[in-house]
């Protein structure tokens, strides 16, 4: 009898173990076998420059701004012939892991080393004195002291005008008058697209309704929790919104799921890349656009920069002068108002309109 | 003889946890297909660490084992203070705010400064020890939701008071004369051992000596053991709620000084959350001994360091770790309690063989 209940315990044990990991298997078979013919940094050996790119919070994969720094690099390595490390930030690291795994790139070899994210700021300010000839970029990064680095480059980008953008297009969709918007965090940089986008919302109609709502107050954790995306969105459906911006990195896969689940009229858009190219077929009829933040075209400039031997420094902004924001079209959602959309575009180019950076 | 078997058996049950858990992330990584292998995973995993590896792993583990700590003063009296995560946030920032400011010199602002770090944290969590002695409510369940509030709170108050730079927002940087850098064991770009890590041996042994020592400790375990035993010798059970959860919580504060005080300097981006429930495993991995929890937080830490390398060299995430570190732990309540059984078991035979003699000749 005994014996009996130890080997059901021994076997409950084993069967929460393994079907506790199967899900994480799923998920590393798709990413072990997506990495074995897709990624270029595993199978590139090239002569040219070895870019180090540290993933943020979300990592590759998340369809939004990680994978977009990683369309730059992977067009860059195979552009230069080079090649690549990765590295990918854990939900509660320390900052001496950040630290190191700048470290580690720049001892394998790395010239130039891209952090996706404002949170490598602090870890690059700490490494670069250390690796003078190692250029560093921070994607969103700030210089947290007053000691300038001269091997370090900033990209800061005017999300706020690639959210007001969509949100004209939100605005100009909208049939209840009530638009939603969801934040991975809330923080500053988050808070610059939820501005942009009410702007652009009320700049067509100020009786337009925008619900905000932000998965996590502080913890980096709200940009890889499709749960906790899906449930905001949900919940902005339901009081009578039917198109939701997000700007919550991965979390957004959650936010395409809400929209698919509110019915048919039900939008959303997304962030940072292309995202109806990267959806499934059930979420492409709801993704009415995407803000675009060209974190590619930043990671690219700045690894071209480095490899004619001159690099980039300090800080480099991308905006809708340059093409370093905007929206994107696929899916043909906006073929009727595309007009409009790129005519408040042309007034933020001129500086006839300004649009505001925190709410 | 009997000391070695009572050693045996006591390291029985860790061994083969940590055996379940190596098995059960190699079959998760030969089931993921991945193409670099189990074998390149271990080489990685068990490969000497390097010399700024090691100083992480130090800081880590002392971080990790306050917290297993703040956990185990609360398990030893079947308090489930889940709450250790909320504390040591809302400590930190408190005496991040209160040395940032920098009313006091040097010295006296970072003593004082730790004693607000432990004041606060033991304040966030007598609320809950409050809430079970005068209301009955469920430690587990306030201490989960005072969590969600302290993450809430600290946030409303960094984005109003804090100093926005970039896209970030930190605390005031603390005055240059209260740093407590820490002693640079190889270069200075390895890092430093912060001198505050000392905390967690003080505390450590603080916590042994307050068990084995003290009639406080004493009564702690005795209302662990049993409530209705505590009562009836006198021990005041409400009292001992929220004496414990004070003590629990007042640690829990320390959690993130050694890091704060030795290189963050600012409470921000660089705050290292979600150490309250690493700790919460290493206490359970440590059966909340003194000494077991000292294995344990090296052991978390150990991984978590040395993971860092795998996305680099290989295709297996570093998440692979988590896998190890939780099958750890579920895997050692269950070693424990077959241990206990088969120990039983030999020690009922062994008594058996020595009674059994007398028996016959009493049947005789």
């Known amino acids: ?359 | 003889m009997n000391a070695l078997r009572s050693l045996f058996f006591g390291l029985l049950a860790p061994v083969i946890a940590v055996a379940i858990a190596v098995v059960a992330t190699s079959v998760v990584i030969i089931a993921s297909g991945s193409d670099s292998g189990v074998g390149s995973f271990w080489s990685i995993m068990l490969a000497v660490p390097q010399d700024r590896i090691l100083v992480n792993i130090v800081n880590q583990s002392s971080m990790i084992y306050l917290s297993a700590v703040a956990v185990a003063i609360g398990f030893r009296m079947n308090l489930f203070n889940i709450g250790v995560e909320g504390q040591y946030l809302v400590a930190s920032y408190a005496a991040a705010t209160f040395v940032g400011a920098a009313l006091l010199p040097g010295f006296v602002n970072i003593v004082l400064g730790l004693v607000i770090a432990i004041a606060v944290g033991a304040a966030w969590a007598g609320i809950a020890g409050l809430l079970k002695t005068y209301r009955g409510v469920s430690e587990v369940i306030s201490t989960i939701m005072l969590n969600a509030i302290a993450g809430i709170v600290v946030s409303y108050f960094l984005d109003k008071y804090g100093v926005h730079g970039g896209n970030q927002v930190n605390t005031a940087t603390a005055p240059e004369s209260s740093w407590v850098p820490g002693w640079t064991p190889f270069t200075s770009a390895d890092g430093a051992i912060w001198s505050l890590d000392l905390l967690a041996v003080l505390v450590g042994v603080g916590f042994w000596v307050l068990l084995s020592r003290t009639r406080l400790g004493f009564d702690l375990r005795a209302t662990g053991a049993s409530t209705t035993a505590a009562v009836a010798s006198g021990v005041s059970v409400e009292r001992m709620t929220l004496v414990a959860m004070l003590l629990s919580g007042g640690v829990a504060g320390l959690i993130w000084m050694p890091a704060y005080f030795g290189s963050a300097h600012v409470y921000g981006t660089t705050f290292q959350a979600g150490l309250g429930f690493t700790g919460i495993a290493v206490a359970l991995l440590g059966r909340n001994q003194p000494l077991g929890m000292v294995f344990g937080a090296l052991l978390f830490a150990f991984l978590s360091a040395q993971s860092n390398s795998l996305t680099l060299q290989t295709d297996i995430s570093s998440s692979v770790v988590q896998i190890t570190q939780g099958v750890a732990v579920l895997a050692v309540v269950v070693a424990y309690e077959l241990v206990r059984r088969s120990r039983s078991r030999v020690e009922q035979r062994a008594v058996a063989r020595a009674t059994a003699p007398v028996n016959q000749e009493v049947a005789a």
């Open chain 1, 1 to 359: 009898m005994r014996r009996t209940t130890k080997i059901a315990a021994v076997a409950v044990v084993t069967a929460i173990a393994l079907t506790g990991c199967s899900k994480k298997s799923d998920t590393s078979a798709t990413d072990a076998s997506s990495s074995a013919s897709d990624d270029i940094c595993k199978t590139a050996d090239g002569d040219g420059p070895m870019i180090g790119l540290a993933y943020d919070v979300g990592g590759r994969g998340d369809q939004s701004f990680n994978d977009s720094a990683y369309a730059g690099v992977s067009k860059a390595v195979e552009e230069f012939d080079g090649s690549c490390v990765e590295g990918e930030a854990e939900d509660g690291e320390a900052e001496s892991a950040r630290e190191d795994r700048l470290r580690q790139m720049a001892d394998a070899g790395a010239t130039a080393i891209i952090g996706v994210g404002f949170a490598y700021s602090d870890s690059v300010n700490a490494v670069a004195p250390d690796y003078p000839d190692v250029n560093f970029a921070v994607v969103d990064g700030y210089d947290p002291d007053s000691k300038a680095n001269d091997n370090v480059a900033y990209f800061s980008f005017a999300a706020n005008e690639s959210s007001y953008l969509v949100g004209v297009a939100a605005a100009l969709t909208t049939q209840t008058d009530e638009v939603g918007f969801v934040g991975g965090v809330h923080n500053d940089l988050i808070k610059a697209f939820e501005a942009g986008y009410t702007a652009g919302v009320h700049a067509v109609n100020p009786d337009i309704q925008v619900d905000v709502a932000y998965i996590e107050e502080s913890d980096l954790s709200g940009f890889s929790d499709p749960a906790g995306g899906k449930t905001a969105a949900a919940g902005e459906f339901d009081k009578g919104a039917d198109v939701v911006y997000h700007a919550a990195g991965a979390s957004g896969s959650g936010v395409f799921d809400a929209a698919v689940e509110a019915g048919d009229g039900m939008w959303a858009i997304g962030v940072d890349s292309d995202q109806y190219l990267t959806a499934t077929s059930t979420q492409q009829p709801h993704i009415l656009t995407s803000a675009l933040k060209r974190v590619d075209v930043a990671s690219y400039d700045f690894i071209k920069s480095v490899n004619e031997g001159t690099p980039d420094t300090s800080y480099v902004t991308y905006d809708l002068t340059n093409d370093g924001v905007g929206y994107s079209t696929s899916g043909g959602f906006l073929d009727d108002v595309s007009d409009q959309i790129d005519e408040y575009a042309s007034k933020i180019k001129s500086g006839d309109i300004t649009v505001p950076t925190a709410p």
